[in-house]
């Protein structure tokens, strides 16, 4: 069948209102199905219910006195590497390679952090500021979001 004829085909099935044609001979076969122009609904499932909170504890205090920093306040003083795009995260350049990072490690701007594969493409993502990593949010070879974050650093 040539394309001519395809679109000679098409061209039946719209004047005629068909929604369907399936076509089939010993060296070919065509379907050709028109797309509903219904838009469907969106589908509303109830709120679950809410978990149930257990009671807060006052922090235990320290050796000298003194409360630990909630884990919140503390991530506020790091800085958070993030995914610049969507895709699959490698810590090494290669499987037989080591990371390009460790907890400890310190960096500058300009250090290869991780790759990203994107589209077959791997993009090297590089540090922009200087500091220690303090925690690896992100696991090598899993797929990781766009602003997505990879890495605690502490600029201190």
Same mark, same amino acid.
């Given at each position: 069948?040539?394309?001519?004829?395809?679109?000679?085909?098409?061209?039946?099935?719209? $004047?005629? &209102? @068909?929604?369907?044609?399936?076509? +089939?001979? #010993?060296?070919? =076969?065509?379907?050709?199905?028109? /797309?509903?122009?219904?838009?469907?609904?969106?589908?509303?499932?109830?709120?679950?219910?809410?978990?149930?909170?257990?009671?807060?504890?006052?922090?235990?205090?320290? $050796?000298? &006195? @003194?409360?630990?920093?909630?884990? +919140?306040? #503390?991530?506020? =003083?790091?800085?958070?590497?993030? /995914?610049?795009?969507?895709?699959?995260?490698?810590?090494?350049?290669?499987?037989?390679?080591?990371?390009?990072?460790?907890?400890?490690?310190?960096?500058?701007?300009?250090?290869?952090?991780?790759?990203?594969?994107?589209?077959?493409?791997?993009?090297?993502?590089?540090?922009?500021?200087?500091?220690?990593?303090?925690?690896?949010?992100?696991?090598?070879?899993?797929?990781?979001?766009?602003?997505?974050?990879?890495?605690?650093?502490?600029?201190?």
């Amino acid at each position: 069948m040539k394309v001519k004829e395809i679109r000679d085909l098409i061209d039946y099935i719209k $004047s005629t &209102g @068909l929604d369907e044609v399936n076509i +089939e001979t #010993e060296t070919f =076969k065509v379907k050709i199905k028109r /797309s509903s122009d219904v838009i469907s609904q969106p589908h509303f499932s109830p709120a679950p219910s809410l978990p149930q909170v257990a009671p807060h504890q006052a922090p235990e205090p320290t $050796s000298d &006195g @003194l409360a630990p920093m909630p884990k +919140e306040v #503390e991530d506020r =003083k790091h800085i958070t590497i993030k /995914s610049p795009m969507i895709g699959t995260i490698y810590m090494a350049p290669n499987p037989e390679s080591p990371d390009f990072l460790k907890v400890g490690d310190v960096i500058k701007p300009g250090d290869t952090v991780c790759v990203v594969e994107a589209m077959k493409l791997f993009n090297e993502i590089e540090a922009e500021v200087s500091g220690t990593v303090v925690k690896i949010l992100a696991e090598n070879a899993n797929p990781v979001e766009y602003d997505q974050p990879l890495f605690l650093i502490d600029p201190s």
